[in-house]
């Protein structure tokens, strides 16, 4: 809840959010953004609320919903909120901040790691790059740092991830994935993150990797 006398007004979806021309102009630049921090290993919290940000910028019914996680904050009150997907928590909002640095430590960890499973054999490569998505995406998910908006930007985070290895994802980050995405989200949500990787590891599985050539992230 909002602190006494602190109007809140919730932030829901409009049709103009989901199609206009301005969110699909928005999306581009998210994406590029993404992709270049995820490449230079700038994935931190500050970079996926810019993510969020450029995304979203001019669409909440508060402007500064867009651009920042909930958190405690004495000028941006609203943030103070907590969230459920299916009657499932997100994070207290307390504790979103230092979730999110963890996550990204993960991540990047991760990321750094990664040049050396080019001498796995593909079956072990592969299971790590689920792994990696799965990790940092479904905990992305089970977090759920931002008002709205979550789920679009953990697929961008899916996407330019699987980009990094030379995988194309067939989902977008503007359109609603089809079934079982919901299904394997709200799993996210209870802390099994084990259908999202069999979900991950079966898309690229089933995909060559892309034509140019796979670069690993800057150490």
């Not at 994935?43 to 867009?66: C, D, K, Q, S």
């Not at 330019?160 to 919901?182: A, I």
Request: with cysteine; hydrophobic share 35%; net charge neutral.
């Amino acid at each position: 809840m909002p602190r006494p006398g602190v109007n809140c007004p919730p932030w829901r979806e409009t049709r103009l959010e989901r199609k206009g021309t301005k969110m699909a102009i928005q999306a581009p630049q998210a994406i590029s953004l993404a992709a270049d921090d995820v490449k230079n290993l700038r994935v931190a919290r500050v970079n996926i609320e810019m993510w969020h940000g450029t995304l979203f910028n001019g669409f909440p019914p508060v402007p500064y919903y867009a651009g920042n996680i909930r958190q405690p904050s004495d000028d941006k009150p609203c943030l103070e909120m907590p969230i459920h997907v299916r009657g499932r928590p997100g994070s207290d909002w307390r504790d979103v901040p230092r979730d999110m640095d963890r996550l990204c430590r993960d991540l990047r960890k991760q990321l750094k790691q990664s040049p050396k499973w080019a001498d796995l054999e593909p079956v072990e490569r592969l299971s790590k790059i689920a792994s990696l998505v799965c990790r940092s995406v479904g905990r992305f998910i089970q977090i759920h740092p931002f008002l709205n908006g979550n789920g679009r930007i953990s697929r961008l985070l899916w996407m330019v991830v699987l980009r990094q290895f030379g995988f194309e994802w067939e989902n977008t980050v503007l359109k609603h994935p089809d079934p079982p995405y919901d299904d394997v989200m709200a799993s996210c949500m209870t802390g099994d993150f084990d259908p999202l990787f069999d979900h991950v590891l079966l898309a690229i599985a089933q995909q060559p990797t892309s034509d140019s050539e796979e670069t690993a992230p800057s150490s």
